[in-house]
């Protein structure tokens, strides 16, 4: 097994075969996975049972709360774009289900159909973001806490009801919100990381409204420097695993009239503590 690190955030996994791994290379990979935070891989073979497989000897699945699911389990969320479809899942800046009270670990996504071009994933790396901020704004975000939601994207009226999305969306009624520090301390790396994401993070709690979107946008402005990110291109046979504790990732919406479908299982995570 080999782990390069690729462009600004995150590695290149390879020689490595998911489905086969032995129980001392995925102690390698999981060091790999707190080093890095995001793992690219080529070249697997991970049909939806080994897919299942490699998701369940790394942690424990959790179910998405939106999504539709695949045929092939239900513990498999489909991110599915049609043909004819306009809106895509996750095409702006998020972690996953940061709305939770306990928030998903990681994400496995694996490519099933691609667009001939375009659909790449992009990248964020908020640990290298974190360290790199000015630190008048790191005094600025000591001790805050932040309200993660979903209500505004999933619930009545919300972003997502309003798209040709909706159709495969579910869960209107499990919409909520949770708080988390807005500086956590990575549960395995120990790194800093800054939490807060533009699809969940609504304001710091205690703050109006506007000020905390001036705040919000800046360090927003910050994480999206090109430093601070990659894109992948999806292949036959790519998966890739991140960290939502410590990364951001949206999916480029740039290949209408082209069917795209992926396949996520989420793992579990465990409560986010301030650094
Ligand atoms: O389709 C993608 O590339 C990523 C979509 C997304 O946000 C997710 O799977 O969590
Ligand atoms: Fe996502």
Redesign the pocket.
């Known amino acids: 097994m080999q782990v390069s690190p690729f462009k600004n955030c995150g590695a290149v996994v390879s020689n490595l075969q998911l489905a086969t791994m032995t129980d001392t290379e995925l102690v390698e990979l999981r060091n790999a996975f707190t080093e890095y935070g995001l793992l690219f891989f080529r070249d697997q073979d991970l049909p939806p049972q080994e897919h299942l497989r490699f998701a369940n000897r790394f942690g424990s699945i959790v179910v998405n709360k939106f999504f539709k699911t695949s045929a092939d389990s239900p513990q498999i ?1 489909e ?1 599915r774009k049609e043909k004819n479809q306009q809106t ?3 095409g702006g800046w ?1 972690t ?1 289900h940061s709305y939770d009270d306990i928030p998903a670990m990681g ?1 496995i ?1 694996v490519a099933r159909t691609l667009p001939k071009t375009g ?1 790449d ?1 992009q990248f964020a790396n908020l640990a290298a973001a974190y360290d790199a901020l000015p630190s008048d704004l790191k005094t600025k975000i000591e001790g805050l806490r932040a309200i993660h939601s979903n209500t505004h994207l999933y619930g009545e009226n919300g972003l997502y009801r309003l798209t040709d999305l909706n159709e495969q969306l579910g869960g209107m009624d499990r919409v909520g919100d949770a708080t988390h520090p807005v500086v956590i301390k990575h549960p395995e790396s120990g790194r800093k990381v800054l939490y807060v994401n533009p699809g969940h993070t609504i304001q710091f709690e205690g703050w109006d409204f506007a000020e905390s979107r001036a705040l919000l946008d800046e360090l927003y402005a910050h994480v999206t420097q090109p430093q601070f990110t990659c894109s992948f291109n ?1 292949l036959p046979g790519s998966v890739t695993f991140w960290d939502n504790r410590c990364t951001w ?3 480029n919406n740039d290949y209408q009239g082209q069917a ?1 479908l ?1 396949h ?1 299982i989420t793992l579990a995570g465990s409560a986010l503590d301030a650094a």
Do not use: C, E, P, Y
């Open positions: 969320a991110v895509n899942i996750g998020h996953d994400s996504l659909g994933t999806w990732h949206q999916a795209r992926m996520r």
